[in-house]
């Protein structure tokens, strides 16, 4: 086969243009350190280019949002940690109270500390995250969720929803728990059923909740309403004293109670003795005067805040002492559960902010993994590029050079020279 002339040149031509575009990409790669100036010089690598620093991206999103849940949970477990502290010392103060040997002075004194600590009860129930927010608010974060009402009560103005973050592919991990489940839901008395004396009761007197002796009883008393009355008589000359105990629906003195209501046990109990009817075993502390009564119901929510508001009411009370040991002996049992609740709630949390911490250290692993494969992707070997470049340099200025001397070549030129 025959090459024209025009077509060794327009080949040799075309071999020097390739070689020149080789060493500007080199000498590109060497100026910028990287292999791709655009997608076009290696689109497979382009594209894992592109997939990995997508990845990257992802793992950085997630690391932010595990770095600003754990800042949330820390805050919340913080605050915890303050409210567990302050009902321990109210825990403390009920405890000295209920000894009996306190005049009403030193009550008083008592009822004070605990109103501090109620007012910092409820600065712990609306502590706000670094952006503002009403950690125990649910989804009502924009506002304080626990507001001290007129009547002095304490409203809950948040709701039950809570806050959680994605911190890896399909993975979402709560990072709030809404006040109404730590502050709002305190069961009353031993967390089962509780007892309450009557306004009218003239002796020294007490009944605490012992335990349950009969769990499915209790909680078919509870979904019926039942609620049970227990009447003392007289004591007798061997120092035991006679009781009734009437059952009924609804409250005792009520309409409804009375058209239900119907002697279930009576009986004698000895001082410092015990009482068990209704699947309920209770302890009475004192002596109860005859026609005293006490209330003994299933339990049902109420606050820690109430609880507090209680226990102060009852330490600054002076109409009737024997009610105000009644109310004192609740507030400790009550202040149990409400302890059992905050350190349940800070279980949840402290675990919740173990697994974002553990998915955290994964994804700055692979985010590092990711930056290494990117980098080894995108940055040129400058060692090994130079040495092409240089190798490329000196075999385009020989392929010029000879690509010249052929171009000045012709007929004439070799017969002259001949």
């Known amino acids: 086969m025959r090459i024209s002339t025009n077509e060794f040149m327009t080949g040799t031509l075309a071999d020097i243009l390739a070689q020149e575009t080789s060493v500007n990409q080199l000498n590109q790669q060497i100026a910028s350190g990287q292999t791709m100036q655009t997608a076009v010089d290696d689109p497979a690598g382009a594209g894992l280019a592109l997939s990995t620093a997508g990845q990257i991206q992802q793992l950085s999103f997630n690391t932010a949002n595990a770095q600003s ?12 940690q303050g409210v567990g502290t302050l009902l321990a010392q109210i825990q403390s103060i009920a405890v000295q109270a209920a000894n009996g040997t306190m005049n009403a002075s030193d009550r008083a004194a ?25 950690i125990f608010a649910g989804s009502q974060s924009g506002a304080a969720p626990f507001v001290v009402q007129s009547n002095g009560q304490v409203a809950f103005n948040g709701d039950a929803d809570t806050t959680s973050i994605a911190i890896a592919p399909s993975l979402s991990v709560p990072i709030s728990m809404s006040g109404q489940n730590i502050f709002m839901n305190i069961p009353s008395g031993n967390g089962s059923f509780s007892a ?16 349950v002796t009969n769990a499915s009883q209790v909680l078919a008393e509870h979904l019926g309403n039942t609620q049970f009355v227990v009447t003392f008589g007289p004591v007798a000359a061997n120092g035991s004293q006679s009781y009734t105990v009437t059952s009924g629906t609804g409250s005792p003195g009520t309409p409804g109670f009375t058209a239900t209501s119907g002697i279930v046990s009576s009986g004698s109990v000895a001082s410092g003795g015990g009482l068990n009817f209704g699947g309920m075993s209770l302890n009475v502390g004192g002596t109860p005067a005859a026609g005293d009564k006490f209330v003994v119901a299933t339990s049902q929510n109420t606050s820690i805040f109430a609880i507090v508001q209680k226990l102060a009411a009852a330490l600054g009370s002076t109409a009737n002492k024997n009610d105000a040991q009644q109310q004192i002996e609740n507030a ?8 059992t609740t905050v350190l349940g709630a800070q279980a949840t949390l402290g675990g919740n902010l173990s697994d974002i911490q553990s998915v955290q250290q994964l994804d700055e692993n692979a985010s590092t993994t990711q930056k290494a494969q990117l980098s080894s992707i995108q940055t040129a070997n400058l060692p090994q590029v130079i040495t092409n ?15 010249a001397r052929i171009q000045n070549l012709n007929l004439f030129q070799m017969i002259g020279s001949g």
């Open 69 to 80: 849940g754990a800042a949330t949970i820390q805050n919340s477990l913080a605050s915890l």
């Open 110 to 134: 008592l009822a004070g500390t605990v109103n501090s600590a109620l007012q910092q009860l409820v600065q712990l129930a609306n502590t706000q995250s670094a952006d503002g927010r009403y």
């Open 196 to 211: 309450s004396a009557s306004g009218g009761n003239t002796g020294a007197a007490y009944v605490t909740p012992a335990a």
């Open 332 to 339: 400790m049992a009550e202040l149990g559960s409400a302890q």
């Open 389 to 403: 470049y240089n190798e490329g340099v000196i075999a385009l200025q020989a392929a010029e050079s000879a690509f």
